[in-house]
């Protein structure tokens, strides 16, 4: 099977498993059996920018479907399957605690390692290092046989594209659409190149000169955008949102991705700068005003989402008449 066939694979078992398992979580948690327990829907409700009531439930059904989806897809070895599940599945279960369990007290890297240096423990700060350990694991199973530079900056990738990922999910859509025009591109390209060089197309680069990787780490991308793009009409509808379970999940599985396929320590190196760069940028601008001083950024942000509410104006007296 071709790499383009193996990517389209992947992802449609990625977008099939979400679809179908948001649709039995919302069924269960409305159910009698769910109340009172950790899939009641009361317990995953939240009020989005519009103070409206959305679920959280989109972002452990994310992170469940795209483990799914990673141990199914067609191509990986062991190593690099264990990779993916523990990425997807170890970011988006930290996730959930934070979700589930933290407050607005504390913001920001900064903010919770503040906290800790005064010796609280927030949730957030719990989540920092348990998505720390998440790559860490995942860089030494993508790098595995590489240095120990090479593992540590793979750590660094997908730790950071798990905050870099959860950073956007402010509006609806926001963090889908991000992924996936910062992964899609590449992984599309990557792929027809994999194919053309294995059939010898001329031009195409030769047998051997891409990293063996590579194909894996176009694989496991397909599964997790899959997925996203599945939930994409619902998290736009404002019905759901992926919360940081969700966000980190899918930011751990490309950050995996984009580690697995680096060909080089100077990759891995460029790939770790940006990526922490986002996210100390973070700490002093608002992406959402960047995004909204930005004519493209915008119309991109606003594509597919609902009109903004008009203001609800109390109506005025017309000049000359009656208050």
Known sequence: MGQVARTVLAAATGAALARIGLRAARSYASSDAAKGTMLDEQRWSRVNHRGEPVTLLEGPVYAAAASAAVLAAPGLSGRMRAAGIAAAAGAGAFGVYDDLYGNADRRGIRGHLTALAHGEVTTGGVKIAGIGAVGVLG???????????????????????ANAVNLLDLRPGRAIKGAALAAAPGMLTRAVRRDAARAGVSGAPRRGTDLPMAGSANTMAAAGLGAALALLPEDLGERSMLGDAGANALGALLGLAAAAGARSTAGLACRAAALTG????????????????????????????????APNVPPQSSPGSRG
């Open 139 to 161: 860089g030494c199973l993508a790098r595995r046989g590489g240095s120990a530079l090479d593992k540590a900056l793979a750590a660094v990738v997908v730790a950071a594209a």
């Open 278 to 309: 986002v996210n100390l940028a973070s700490e002093k601008v608002s992406f959402t005003k960047v995004i909204a001083g930005s004519a493209p950024l915008n119309a991109i942000d606003l594509w597919g989402r609902r009109p903004a509410a």
